[in-house]
């Protein structure tokens, strides 16, 4: 006879850790329903990354190879880095949840701005490391405060450049007068997940940045400019005592076999994607130049979203989007991010903001 019993004994941090909230779909008009709620790219990968992946579907029955030895050789000639200083994972997200495994341990803590990428927050818990949120200033990364917040028990600084979901971007001059100062024992991590919309030529690229410091990491996706959110493939750049670190944090095979199939092919095609990506950026500055002439206040954005300041306002703009068929991605009390699509659906956009700040 089985006696009853307590349900399995697990973590308690679980209780109060939410679940991550992908951003959602809704239905308007006629049916029409327009995602910008989640920063994908509005363009699937082209037809030679389609293809490479429909070969690579031929042997889903065999394990892929757990190094990814080509995609990595051929990013690290890329990139112009050594292929030691290249390591792979399931996404940015992936390689971020990778490198808090490597660093936490009871009493560590995590820098980062605050509002940031949601994910920060849930996979620092979930890692056993404690958050140190720091306010952002003016809707971006206020380096001074970041700086001021580390003590002897951080073991990262996050730094999301362009920042997510503002779409601001630290200068070159102050991050790099940042990086000098950092003490030695924590790790920077320059979360660049949406480098190939930067057109400011002071935001720095970040595998610039990293060679002559070893406690300085870059993390890069396929997700958003190369249209390969769904595969989930990301990068990390840096010294061989990170990228090892991370090798041995990832989960055998987690880089797929259509996954490196799909990032040899984009690196094969990059310069058609990135013909897209510069669309993209056009979409961008027409948006952004759409809502203020509406009357908005929208902080210049280097990635492939804008974000509106809405405070109180924020769910209500959200459902006035809703009903006109457009998803946009809220934060309650702050704002709402909301990412570049087609033109066409960028229109419908900016005819709901429009409308709606005639009624503010």
Known sequence: MVSESKSPYLRAVLESIPAYKPGREVVGPDGRSIKLS?????????PSVREAVSRAA???NRYPDPGAAELVTRLAAHLGVPEEHVALGAGSVGLLQQLLEAVGEPG????????????YPLLAELSGVTSVRVPLKDETHDLESLLAAITDDTRMVLVCNPNNPTGTAVRERELVDFLDRVPDHVLVVLDEAYREYVRDPEVPDGVTLYGNRPNVAVLRTFSKAYGLAAVRLGFLVGHPSVTAAVRKTLVPFAVNHL???????SLDAEGELLERVETTVKERERVREGLVAAGWTVPPSEANFVWLRLDEDTLDFAA????????????DGEGARVSLGTPEENDVFLGVATAYARRR
Request: proline letters at 7%.
């Open 38 to 46: 989640s920063n994908e790219s509005p363009l699937g990968p082209l």
């Open 259 to 265: 996954a490196q199939a799909a990032g040899i092919a």
């Open 58 to 60: 031929a042997d889903l």
């Open 108 to 119: 560590a803590e995590v820098v980062y701005a605050w509002r940031s990428f949601e994910a």
């Open 320 to 331: 006035a989007c809703a009903r006109e068929g457009v998803s946009v991605r809220p934060f």
